[in-house]
């Protein structure tokens, strides 16, 4: 990752972490102003405060989706097959807008469409499928 910013700062220190992330300690800065320019690039800023160590996210605005990626081990074939095929359509008002190849499972945006299961119905996908989704979006709230 690469995040190029220009702050006026009093003094910076920069930490490195595990899993990639790192800590920086800046002085003197605008807080409202390093968390837009940090959103404005996709990354999510954690901001610790020292007195109790209470830390607050921040996510990018309108870059954050609540879903649950399903693996293709728990499709049949003929699904797996119609969900490749949707997912690759090239037109411009295909279902590759909301059926979206991971390369180990699918992402499926439930809320592109107000029946997203009886679109799949439509769309000829099996009903042990289409009731896997309903109960993964019921149980947990979220697109699929």
Known sequence: ?????????????????????????????NLSELINKVSENGYLLRVVDKSDQHATSTPPPLTTLTCIRCSTAHITETDNAWLYSLSHQTNDDGESEWIHFTGSGYLLRTDAWSYPVLRLKRLGLSKTFRCLVVTLTRRYGVSL
């Open 1 to 29: 990752m690469k995040l190029a910013l220009t702050l006026e700062a009093d003094s910076v220190n920069v930490q490195a972490l595990n899993m990639g992330r790192i800590v920086v300690d800046v002085d003197g800065v």
